[in-house]
């Protein structure tokens, strides 16, 4: 044998460096393999057999996962394991976010629901700051609210209503199933220190337009390329922004939780701290 082994020597050199080589890979592949992170290159060679590089290692192991569902990868000096790129498709899936309204989109569709039709100068009056652009970009992403026609008014300003998507979410059968006054005293929304003349009210959203309204041009609109109003009647820009917004706020809370959560001030009017929530579909990958 010891004759043999004179004459063959180089076979067993070759034997024993593919052993060393297999057995790093495999310690190679046992530490990327636990780890959260992408490992050092430096990290994985302090753990490498005499006489086998940690690069040669990697390089081997690659070369075996190179055909698998699972890649081997590095990034920069670290390695880690990645789905193979062309089977991206079968891990990705549509998850639906809950996206919350702010406070001046609670209050703006407040205002929409129950005074409708209604303009945008006509809410600045009523809540009493001017409204952004982005509140009411937001409400008509959702389909809660539509533009319906234009004013008959000095420059004619577009008017604005709920939808039957806001009737579907808010689980109301007609735009006049919005809670009133009563129903709120008996929910506990109110106190009993109610300002003198405080009303609510009566919300229509009929697809017909109203005496002073007209249709839509077409083409593109801007929404906010509106002339500046004069309010309306009294009883519809005074007096009532406090019920129009305790309302629709009573209604969110009972869509979200089942139950009333507190009891608002009727001076006040402030929005509840839970808002509705709006779906979107946006695509992750896993």
Same mark, same amino acid.
């Given at each position: ?6 004459l063959?020597?180089?076979? $067993? ?13 495999r ?10 992170d ?11 057999p005499d ?21 081997l ?20 899936? $549509?998850?639906?976010?809950?996206k ?7 209050? /703006? ?15 600045? !009056? ?35 209503? /709920? ?15 919005l ?16 300002? $003198?003349?405080f009303?609510?009210?009566?919300p ?13 041009? !077409? ?23 406090a019920?129009a ?12 939780t ?29």
């Amino acid at each position: 044998m010891a004759e043999i082994a004179r004459l063959f020597p180089q076979d $067993e050199t070759d034997d024993a460096r593919a052993e060393a080589l297999l057995q790093a890979s495999r310690i190679a592949e046992a530490l990327i393999f636990v780890s959260a992170d992408p490992v050092d290159e430096k990290d994985i060679g302090k753990r490498m057999p005499d006489g086998v590089s940690a690069l040669e290692a990697l390089e081997a192991l690659r070369a075996q996962y190179a055909g698998r569902g699972i890649n081997l990868i590095r990034v920069n000096t670290r390695w880690t394991f990645r789905t193979a790129t062309d089977l991206s498709w079968l891990l990705s899936r $549509e998850v639906s976010e809950p996206k919350k309204l702010s406070r001046a989109a609670i209050e /703006t569709l407040s205002i929409i629901a129950y005074h409708q039709p209604v303009t945008r100068a006509e809410i600045e !009056d009523i809540r009493g700051v001017a409204i952004s652009k982005g509140t009411l970009d937001v409400l008509m992403e959702t389909g809660w609210v539509r533009l319906r026609g234009r004013r008959k008014a000095p420059g004619r300003p577009i008017t604005y209503g /709920t939808t039957d998507t806001f009737l579907l979410h808010f689980s109301l059968e007609t735009i006049g199933d919005l809670p009133g006054l009563d129903e709120l005293k008996a929910a506990g929304m109110f106190d009993g220190r109610l300002p $003198e003349g405080f009303g609510v009210p009566q919300p229509r959203d009929g697809e017909a337009l109203t005496e002073d309204e007209d249709p839509l041009e !077409d083409g593109a609109i801007d929404l906010f390329d509106e002339q500046a109003l004069v309010p309306g009647d009294g009883d519809e820009a005074t007096g009532v922004t406090a019920e129009a917004e305790v309302e629709l706020e009573a209604l969110i809370d009972l869509d979200a939780t089942g139950a009333p959560e507190a009891e608002p001030e009727a001076e006040a009017a402030e929005p509840k701290a839970e808002n509705p929530e709006i779906p979107s579909e946006t695509p992750k990958e896993v």
